[in-house]
Structure formats: structure tokens, C-alpha cells
């Protein structure tokens, strides 16, 4: 085929997958994962999203969150709706590039024996990015109960945007039981990962799955989204904004290609995710110093401005005076994301409706990813 019909080929599928995922919500073996040019478009476009949704979600887990590394053997991850493995494969290229030597294994299940074939040639082909690591492909249908012996146990368990596809239609209470299920092959010091699309209502079942979740197994806690292993308090209250990240990453040029006639967001990435542990964090003290960023940062007429959540579970208006600001200090707060965290460094005054006014140099870095722009981007 010339290029241009691969091209219109590729946007057609996209297209079609979308709707599968937003309107029709099909995911049976028929319409997803059986066909080389269905496998193509995810690779060509979703793969990457997937990949930088996890990338995040693991660089906290691994940064901010109680994870440990193991003193000796392999490093085990186990990704549960794995495709074509933008998520595994993610996660084995972090934890390389931050400097991990240990043996890698990934163990990837799904129900499409073609995307693992997939997922086999890439790690294959790609072998340089994760160096000393194995991957164990498994095929079924996660969509029952796992009946795994317990032959291993996994420092990482991933759920790179199929929770909501092998748990639809199921009630709250039946997916808590699945991932109960799940969550047994995992060592004392590993965490459960999940990432799920930025959709309002495919968010908020995720973090009402985990606050059920976090209830009944008195074992777990929560470490992300949200600080001091308290639930998502989004859930509970009248928010303007449901929980969610929203991260700016690096195009790909193919991907800019494809997507020129579709006017689909390439350039920033959102998702809802949570972070859990079998061992309870350590508390931040005072809770009030710390926060999520929940909003966009807004630059108004004299400020700049944005919502965050506080380790005290209240959700704060955060207010900069731009006068007399350098733009520098301007530039600094524009850069900042939905979904950083960070610690305030001075005595705080909450004046009426929660707000909080501060100084461009009050703030203190926790968690703010960023990517760094090579020569050649």
C-alpha cells in the first residue's frame, strides 16, 4: 500500500477504536485485540498515552510512595490487561533510566494471544531500553476470577487502562472481590497501580472501587492520588473538578501525522489513577503544608491561581499576586500541572473560602515530573 491509504487506513481505525471506548464500550475478542490493523492503530496512537499515563503513576510510586527495592533477586511486575504492553514495558524502561540494576520480569495477561505476540516482538526489538529483563506472557480471560497458585509474588501489580474494561457492567462490590482476588499474590512492600481514562464517571467508580477496597481490607492504604492515605474525598463532596492528572509529554511525529485530520489532543496526557500499599504511609505533619494540584492554573487580571487538596483533606484555593513578580516567578507557577505535589515552606493564614495567598517562593517541589527536552526534539 502507498502511504497515504496506511494513513487513512489507520485514522478510520482510530476513529473506530474511540467509539469503542467512549460510546459502544465493546470489548469482546471479535472487535479488540484480533486484528493486526486494530493492534496497529492502538500502536500508533493510544499505545503512547498509556504509556506516559503509567510512566507517571509509577515515577510517584516509586519516588514518593513507601515502595521498596528488593535487596537481591529480580524485580516482579505483574500487568493485568496487558495489550500490546504500553504499560509493563513502561515500567521496565523507568525503572531502568532511574538507575535500578536488579533482574527485571513481566508477567503480562490478557485474553488476546496477538497483542502478547505483539507485546513479545516489542521487548524483543526494544531490548536496549530494559536491559537484563524477561517477559512471561499468560493468556485468559480476566474478566472471571484469577485462580493464580501463588507461584510468584510481585513487587508491582498494573492496571494500565483495562480496570474499566474487564470490570464493565460489573457492580462496586464485585470488583472490589476481583481485585481483593488480585492483590494476594503481592509482596508486604509492593503497591497496586492503576491508571484509567480521564472520563468523569469512569474516575469517579475508581476511586469509589478503592475507597471500598481500602475499607475492607483493613491491610491497604491508600498513597496516591491523594496524601496521608485518605481517600478521594471527590467522591464524597460537590467538587467542580472529578480527580484526575493532566500532563503535558513529548509528541511523536508519526502520531502528529496520523492525528492532522482528526484534531485529536496529542500533546497532553490525562488520566485518573490511585496508588495503594499493604503498608500504612507515613503521615506528613503539618497535613496543611501539603497538596495536590486538582484545577488548571489560571492566570488572572493580577494573579495566578489554582484549587489544591491539602493532606488534610480539604480542598484550598492557592493565590499568587503578580504584582511585582519577576518572570521568572510568573513563568515558574505557569509551568506548574494538575496532578503536582508540593510542601509550602511558610506559616500559612486560610482566610475565608479556604483561601490561602502565597509567594512564588513558598512553594516546594515533592512530585513534579517534567520531561526534558533533547537537541533533537
Same mark, same amino acid.
Given at each position: 500500500?502507498?502511504?497515504?491509504?496506511?494513513?487513512?487506513?489507520?485514522?478510520?481505525?482510530? *476513529?473506530?477504536?474511540?467509539?469503542?471506548?467512549?460510546?459502544?464500550?465493546?470489548? &469482546?475478542?471479535?472487535? $479488540?485485540?484480533?486484528?493486526?490493523?486494530?493492534?496497529?492503530?492502538?500502536?500508533?496512537?493510544?499505545?503512547?498515552?498509556?504509556?506516559?499515563?503509567?510512566?507517571?503513576? *509509577?515515577?510517584?510510586?516509586?519516588?514518593?510512595?513507601?515502595?521498596?527495592?528488593?535487596?537481591?533477586?529480580?524485580?516482579?511486575?505483574?500487568?493485568?490487561?496487558?495489550?500490546?504492553?504500553?504499560?509493563?514495558?513502561?515500567? =521496565?524502561? =523507568?525503572?531502568?533510566?532511574?538507575?535500578?540494576?536488579?533482574?527485571?520480569?513481566?508477567?503480562?495477561?490478557? $485474553?488476546?494471544?496477538?497483542? =502478547?505476540?505483539?507485546?513479545?516482538?516489542?521487548?524483543?526489538?526494544?531490548?536496549?531500553?530494559?536491559?537484563?529483563?524477561?517477559?512471561?506472557?499468560?493468556?485468559?480471560?480476566?474478566?472471571?476470577?484469577?485462580?493464580?497458585?501463588?507461584?510468584?509474588?510481585?513487587?508491582?501489580?498494573?492496571? +494500565? $487502562?483495562?480496570?474499566?474494561?474487564?470490570?464493565?457492567?460489573?457492580?462496586?462490590?464485585?470488583?472490589?472481590?476481583?481485585?481483593?482476588?488480585?492483590?494476594? *499474590?503481592?509482596?508486604?512492600?509492593?503497591?497496586?497501580?492503576?491508571?484509567?481514562?480521564?472520563?468523569?464517571?469512569?474516575?469517579?467508580?475508581?476511586?469509589?472501587?478503592?475507597?471500598?477496597?481500602?475499607?475492607?481490607?483493613?491491610?491497604?492504604?491508600?498513597?496516591?492520588?491523594?496524601?496521608?492515605?485518605?481517600?478521594?474525598?471527590?467522591?464524597?463532596?460537590?467538587?467542580?473538578?472529578?480527580?484526575?492528572?493532566?500532563?503535558?509529554?513529548?509528541?511523536?511525529?508519526?502520531?502528529?501525522?496520523?492525528?492532522?485530520?482528526?484534531?485529536?489532543?496529542?500533546?497532553?496526557?490525562?488520566? +485518573?489513577?490511585?496508588?495503594?500499599?499493604?503498608?500504612?504511609?507515613?503521615?506528613?505533619?503539618?497535613?496543611?503544608?501539603?497538596?495536590?494540584?486538582?484545577?488548571?492554573?489560571?492566570?488572572?487580571?493580577?494573579?495566578?491561581?489554582?484549587?489544591? =487538596?491539602?493532606?488534610?483533606?480539604?480542598?484550598? $484555593?492557592?493565590?499568587?499576586?503578580?504584582?511585582?513578580?519577576?518572570?521568572?516567578?510568573?513563568?515558574?507557577?505557569?509551568?506548574?500541572?494538575?496532578? &503536582? *505535589?508540593?510542601?509550602?515552606?511558610?506559616?500559612?493564614?486560610?482566610?475565608?473560602?479556604?483561601?490561602?495567598?502565597?509567594?512564588?517562593?513558598?512553594?516546594?517541589?515533592?512530585?513534579?515530573?517534567?520531561?526534558?527536552?533533547?537537541?533533537?526534539?
Amino acid at each position: 500500500m502507498g502511504e497515504e491509504k496506511r494513513l487513512n487506513l489507520l485514522r478510520q481505525e482510530i *476513529v473506530e477504536q474511540s467509539d469503542r471506548f467512549n460510546k459502544s464500550r465493546s470489548f &469482546d475478542s471479535l472487535s $479488540y485485540g484480533s486484528r493486526d490493523l486494530s493492534i496497529l492503530a492502538y500502536g500508533n496512537f493510544y499505545f503512547s498515552r498509556t504509556w506516559m499515563a503509567i510512566m507517571f503513576a *509509577v515515577a510517584e510510586t516509586l519516588t514518593r510512595c513507601q515502595w521498596t527495592i528488593p535487596k537481591s533477586g529480580p524485580i516482579r511486575i505483574l500487568d493485568l490487561g496487558s495489550g500490546s504492553g504500553a504499560s509493563g514495558l513502561a515500567c =521496565l524502561s =523507568l525503572i531502568r533510566s532511574i538507575g535500578i540494576q536488579n533482574p527485571l520480569e513481566l508477567h503480562a495477561w490478557d $485474553y488476546s494471544s496477538k497483542s =502478547l505476540h505483539y507485546l513479545k516482538d516489542l521487548h524483543r526489538a526494544c531490548y536496549n531500553l530494559w536491559p537484563n529483563s524477561k517477559v512471561f506472557p499468560k493468556r485468559g480471560d480476566l474478566r472471571f476470577q484469577m485462580q493464580e497458585r501463588k507461584k510468584y509474588r510481585y513487587d508491582l501489580l498494573l492496571l +494500565g $487502562y483495562s480496570l474499566n474494561e474487564i470490570r464493565e457492567e460489573h457492580k462496586v462490590s464485585e470488583s472490589v472481590e476481583w481485585l481483593k482476588q488480585a492483590s494476594r *499474590v503481592l509482596k508486604r512492600s509492593s503497591c497496586l497501580i492503576i491508571t484509567e481514562p480521564a472520563e468523569s464517571k469512569i474516575c469517579r467508580n475508581l476511586h469509589e472501587i478503592m475507597d471500598h477496597l481500602v475499607k475492607d481490607e483493613k491491610n491497604f492504604f491508600h498513597f496516591a492520588p491523594y496524601l496521608n492515605g485518605l481517600p478521594c474525598p471527590m467522591t464524597r463532596n460537590d467538587s467542580k473538578y472529578f480527580s484526575h492528572e493532566v500532563r503535558r509529554y513529548p509528541t511523536i511525529e508519526i502520531v502528529e501525522k496520523i492525528n492532522r485530520p482528526l484534531h485529536l489532543e496529542i500533546r497532553e496526557v490525562k488520566f +485518573g489513577f490511585s496508588i495503594l500499599g499493604l503498608e500504612k504511609p507515613e503521615l506528613k505533619s503539618p497535613p496543611l503544608h501539603f497538596f495536590r494540584i486538582i484545577s488548571p492554573v489560571k492566570k488572572r487580571k493580577g494573579t495566578i491561581s489554582f484549587l489544591g =487538596l491539602a493532606a488534610d483533606g480539604v480542598e484550598y $484555593y492557592y493565590e499568587f499576586q503578580r504584582r511585582d513578580m519577576s518572570e521568572e516567578a510568573k513563568n515558574n507557577l505557569l509551568f506548574l500541572e494538575r496532578g &503536582d *505535589v508540593l510542601r509550602i515552606g511558610a506559616n500559612l493564614e486560610v482566610k475565608e473560602g479556604n483561601r490561602i495567598r502565597l509567594s512564588e517562593k513558598d512553594l516546594n517541589p515533592i512530585f513534579l515530573p517534567r520531561f526534558v527536552k533533547s537537541k533533537n526534539q
